[in-house]
């Protein structure tokens, strides 16, 4: 008896132990428009992101939206002036793992009539902020096909995975964060021309041959790709003959001007052994870029032979670069710091 009570209290402190480590966030908050997929949809429910997003006040309140677990077959472009957080149903806010919701399109490039347009979320807004949804684009290899398109400042995109193949995630304009997310592509899938981003703690993954940044970055006003802390991994379905042609970075740039550093990386995916890459063969536009890296590890580094014009900071020089430099020194007024690394 006295045993068997003892276990059962045990028990009781374990489950909340571990309830106390993995935070759910299951039902909407107060005040939040609520998201359900599914016929017939639930009473005071919207069926689609879209129905909820329309029945918001265009004005400066600010505004969130819970979505319930599933697939939303939907393309979603944020426009609202107003601040607008959107949470994602999870049995665990602090990681990407157990997100069930996901947003879904599959167009290309050729399909839309631009990258911007082909995204399944467009972000034009600032202040804005997403946690634990899944963004995809299924259009899959041979095209420019766009999973987010972030075009806002102070958003911040917290425990949210982005997938597609071919220039999945566009940081084109705006000051923006990527924290503890899943980031999947293969051919230059972190990409943009004037965008200010700092990723932290995300799960990178190469799914075929390609870089994994292609910074377009045009004058020195506009901003720089900051990774800190970040895992690149082979991502589990990757396309065969990936390994050795996965490289950090080619200069997309028609004025070579790119700015990317990447500090503190675990890298597992067998990258090409010169790390970085020239835009192409008679168009390397390599004059002025700055490709920089500090402590990347990893066995996905075989004798790199880094070609001359990438970076290899020391420490001191390595510590400039950091989420005041990427995004500005105010970050703490808007980037959920729970999440920050
Ligand atoms: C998406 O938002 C942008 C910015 O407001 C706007 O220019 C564009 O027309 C919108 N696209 C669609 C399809 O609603
Ligand atoms: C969301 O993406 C992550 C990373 O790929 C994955 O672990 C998770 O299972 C996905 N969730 C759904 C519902 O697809
Ligand atoms: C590294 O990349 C270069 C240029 O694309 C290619 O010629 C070479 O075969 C690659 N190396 C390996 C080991 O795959
Ligand atoms: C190098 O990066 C790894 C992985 O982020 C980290 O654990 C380690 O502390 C870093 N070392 C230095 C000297 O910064
Ligand atoms: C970023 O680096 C600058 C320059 O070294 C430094 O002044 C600042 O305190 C750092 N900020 C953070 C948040 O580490």
């Not at 799960?203 to 004058?219: D, L, N, Q, W, Y």
């Not at 042609?245 to 080619?250: E, K, S, V």
Request: net charge negative.
């Amino acid at each position: 008896m006295y045993p068997k009570c003892l276990r059962a209290i045990a028990a009781l402190a374990l489950a909340s132990l571990h309830s106390a480590v993995a935070k759910q966030r299951i039902a909407p908050p107060p005040g939040a428009l609520a998201v359900r997929a599914g016929t017939p949809p639930a009473s005071g429910m919207f069926e689609t992101i879209n129905g909820a997003l329309a029945a918001l006040p265009n004005d400066d309140s600010s505004r969130t939206i819970f979505i319930f677990p599933g697939v939303y077959n939907e393309l979603v472009n944020i426009t609202r002036p107003g601040p607008l957080t959107i949470y994602g149903y999870t049995t665990d806010t602090a990681s990407f793992a157990q997100n069930e919701v996901v947003i879904q399109a599959g167009l290309s490039l050729a399909d839309a009539g631009s990258d911007d347009a082909s995204g399944t979320l467009r972000v034009h807004k600032d202040s804005f902020s997403m946690y634990n949804v899944n963004v995809t684009n299924t259009f899959g290899p041979g095209m420019q096909a766009i999973a987010i398109s972030q075009y806002g400042s102070k958003v911040g995109l917290y425990a949210c995975a982005f997938l597609g193949y071919q220039d999945t995630l566009y940081a084109n304009e705006g000051t923006q964060v990527y924290l503890k997310g899943y980031i999947e592509g293969a051919v230059d899938f972190i990409f943009g021309r004037h965008g200010f981003a700092y990723f932290g703690g995300n799960t990178i993954a190469s799914k075929g041959p390609g870089c994994v940044t292609a910074s377009g970055r045009e004058t020195d006003a506009d901003g720089s790709y900051v990774f800190n802390q970040n895992t690149i991994i082979l991502a589990p379905d990757a396309v065969p003959n990936t390994a050795g042609y996965i490289f950090l970075g080619r200069p997309w740039g028609v004025r070579p001007l790119c700015r990317v550093i990447f500090k503190n990386t675990v890298i597992t995916a067998p990258l090409n052994q010169t790390i970085w890459s020239i835009w192409d063969p008679g168009d390397e536009r390599i004059d002025d870029v700055f490709f920089a890296e500090y402590n990347s590890t990893g066995s996905g580094l075989t004798a790199p032979q880094r070609p001359s014009f990438s970076t290899l900071l020391t420490e001191t020089q390595a510590d400039v670069f950091n989420i005041s430099s990427a995004v500005g020194s105010d970050y703490a007024t808007w980037v959920d710091l729970d999440y920050l690394v």
